[in-house]
Protein backbone atom coordinates (compact mmCIF):
# COMPACT_ATOMS: atom_id res chain seq x y z
CA UNK A 1 0.00 0.00 0.00
CA UNK A 2 1.01 3.42 -0.98
CA UNK A 3 0.59 6.78 1.09
CA UNK A 4 -2.24 8.90 -0.24
CA UNK A 5 -0.23 11.84 1.50
CA UNK A 6 2.24 12.42 3.78
CA UNK A 7 0.61 14.37 6.30
CA UNK A 8 4.00 14.84 8.37
CA UNK A 9 5.62 16.82 5.50
CA UNK A 10 1.92 18.67 4.41
CA UNK A 11 1.39 19.81 7.66
CA UNK A 12 4.01 19.89 10.11
CA UNK A 13 2.46 22.22 13.03
CA UNK A 14 -0.35 19.62 12.71
CA UNK A 15 1.50 17.03 13.67
CA UNK A 16 3.05 19.14 15.79
CA UNK A 17 0.19 20.17 18.05
CA UNK A 18 -1.14 16.48 17.89
CA UNK A 19 2.31 15.44 19.57
CA UNK A 20 1.88 17.84 21.98
CA UNK A 21 -1.42 16.29 23.01
CA UNK A 22 0.52 12.86 22.97
CA UNK A 23 3.16 14.34 24.83
CA UNK A 24 0.65 15.53 27.67
CA UNK A 25 -0.98 11.55 27.98
CA UNK A 26 2.38 9.92 27.64
CA UNK A 27 3.38 11.92 30.81
CA UNK A 28 -0.06 12.20 32.48
CA UNK A 29 0.47 9.49 35.26
CA UNK A 30 -1.82 6.67 33.49
CA UNK A 31 0.02 3.40 33.15
CA UNK A 32 1.59 2.74 29.99
CA UNK A 33 0.63 -0.46 29.88
CA UNK A 34 -3.00 0.71 29.89
CA UNK A 35 -2.37 3.42 27.45
CA UNK A 36 -1.15 1.04 25.06
CA UNK A 37 -4.37 -1.37 25.69
CA UNK A 38 -6.90 1.74 25.08
CA UNK A 39 -4.28 2.20 21.82
CA UNK A 40 -4.36 -0.88 20.38
CA UNK A 41 -8.12 -1.31 21.26
CA UNK A 42 -9.21 1.90 19.81
CA UNK A 43 -6.58 1.42 16.64
CA UNK A 44 -7.81 -2.34 16.00
CA UNK A 45 -11.41 -0.80 16.19
CA UNK A 46 -10.77 2.03 13.49
CA UNK A 47 -8.50 -0.71 11.64
CA UNK A 48 -5.35 1.33 11.33
CA UNK A 49 -2.46 -0.60 10.40
CA UNK A 50 -0.25 1.96 11.20
CA UNK A 51 -0.91 2.30 14.43
CA UNK A 52 -1.44 -1.90 15.73
CA UNK A 53 2.05 -2.24 14.42
CA UNK A 54 3.19 1.03 16.28
CA UNK A 55 1.28 -0.23 19.59
CA UNK A 56 1.78 -4.00 19.48
CA UNK A 57 5.67 -3.36 18.89
CA UNK A 58 5.32 -0.73 22.19
CA UNK A 59 3.58 -3.17 24.33
CA UNK A 60 6.01 -5.72 23.55
CA UNK A 61 8.89 -3.63 24.30
CA UNK A 62 7.14 -2.92 27.54
CA UNK A 63 6.91 -6.23 28.72
CA UNK A 64 3.24 -6.86 27.57
CA UNK A 65 2.42 -10.66 26.96
CA UNK A 66 1.87 -12.23 24.14
CA UNK A 67 -1.27 -13.58 25.30
CA UNK A 68 -3.36 -10.40 25.95
CA UNK A 69 -2.43 -9.14 22.51
CA UNK A 70 -3.91 -11.50 21.12
CA UNK A 71 -7.00 -11.65 22.70
CA UNK A 72 -7.09 -7.67 23.31
CA UNK A 73 -10.36 -7.92 20.63
CA UNK A 74 -11.99 -10.21 22.65
CA UNK A 75 -11.37 -8.63 26.02
CA UNK A 76 -14.94 -9.20 27.47
CA UNK A 77 -14.44 -12.70 27.03
CA UNK A 78 -10.33 -13.32 27.81
CA UNK A 79 -9.64 -13.57 31.66
CA UNK A 80 -6.50 -11.70 31.24
CA UNK A 81 -7.24 -8.06 31.99
CA UNK A 82 -7.86 -6.35 35.55
CA UNK A 83 -11.04 -4.85 35.91
CA UNK A 84 -9.27 -1.46 35.73
CA UNK A 85 -8.37 -2.34 32.10
CA UNK A 86 -11.79 -3.87 31.16
CA UNK A 87 -13.39 -0.38 32.50
CA UNK A 88 -10.62 1.42 29.87
CA UNK A 89 -11.34 -0.65 27.39
CA UNK A 90 -15.31 -0.17 27.50
CA UNK A 91 -14.57 3.45 27.65
CA UNK A 92 -12.29 3.22 24.68
CA UNK A 93 -14.87 1.38 22.57
CA UNK A 94 -17.53 4.12 23.52
CA UNK A 95 -15.90 7.28 22.82
CA UNK A 96 -14.58 5.33 19.62
CA UNK A 97 -17.84 4.71 18.94
CA UNK A 98 -19.71 7.60 20.50
CA UNK A 99 -21.65 8.02 17.19
CA UNK A 100 -23.26 4.75 17.78
CA UNK A 101 -24.87 5.15 21.43
CA UNK A 102 -23.52 8.88 22.61
CA UNK A 103 -21.80 6.98 25.61
CA UNK A 104 -24.86 5.74 27.59
CA UNK A 105 -24.99 6.60 31.00
CA UNK A 106 -24.95 2.53 32.11
CA UNK A 107 -20.86 2.41 30.68
CA UNK A 108 -19.93 5.50 32.23
CA UNK A 109 -21.41 3.93 35.54
CA UNK A 110 -20.09 0.88 35.11
CA UNK A 111 -16.37 2.82 34.46
CA UNK A 112 -16.47 5.62 36.93
CA UNK A 113 -15.57 3.25 39.84
CA UNK A 114 -11.71 2.54 38.21
CA UNK A 115 -10.79 6.01 37.70
CA UNK A 116 -10.38 9.33 39.53
CA UNK A 117 -12.33 12.49 38.05
CA UNK A 118 -8.36 13.28 36.58
CA UNK A 119 -7.69 9.98 35.58
CA UNK A 120 -11.31 9.45 33.45
CA UNK A 121 -10.34 12.77 31.66
CA UNK A 122 -6.83 12.23 31.02
CA UNK A 123 -8.06 8.46 29.66
CA UNK A 124 -10.55 10.47 27.69
CA UNK A 125 -7.51 12.53 26.41
CA UNK A 126 -5.90 9.36 25.61
CA UNK A 127 -8.92 8.32 23.43
CA UNK A 128 -8.86 11.29 21.48
CA UNK A 129 -5.34 11.49 21.02
CA UNK A 130 -5.19 7.66 19.54
CA UNK A 131 -8.45 8.53 17.39
CA UNK A 132 -6.68 11.80 16.14
CA UNK A 133 -3.51 9.62 14.91
CA UNK A 134 -6.22 6.19 13.45
CA UNK A 135 -8.07 9.28 11.69
CA UNK A 136 -4.49 10.31 10.07
CA UNK A 137 -3.31 7.34 9.18
CA UNK A 138 -6.09 6.24 7.75
CA UNK A 139 -7.21 8.80 5.90
CA UNK A 140 -3.63 9.06 4.18
CA UNK A 141 -2.84 5.08 4.16
CA UNK A 142 0.47 5.67 6.50
CA UNK A 143 1.79 2.14 5.64
CA UNK A 144 2.35 0.02 8.38
CA UNK A 145 5.30 -1.95 9.28
CA UNK A 146 8.58 0.37 9.42
CA UNK A 147 8.11 1.62 13.18
CA UNK A 148 10.47 0.85 15.67
CA UNK A 149 9.53 0.26 19.44
CA UNK A 150 10.47 3.38 22.25
CA UNK A 151 12.90 1.45 24.55
CA UNK A 152 11.36 0.26 27.86
CA UNK A 153 11.55 2.60 30.81
CA UNK A 154 14.57 1.27 33.15
CA UNK A 155 13.03 0.02 36.38
Known amino acids: MEAR ?3 TLAAPE ?3 ALFQLQEYVNNC ?3 MS ?3 LVSLRASQINGCAFCLDM ?3 DARAEGESEQRLYLLSAWREAPFYSERERAALEWTEAVTLVAN ?3 PDEVYERVRPHFTDEELVNLTMAIN ?3 SWNRL ?7 AGSYRPRQAASH
Do not use: Q, S
Not at 137 to 143: D, E, G, Q, S
Open 55 to 57: HTK
Open 137 to 143: NVAFRTP
Open 34 to 36: LLN
Open 5 to 7: LRY
Open 101 to 103: DHI
Open 14 to 16: ARK
Open 129 to 131: AIN
Open 29 to 31: GLE
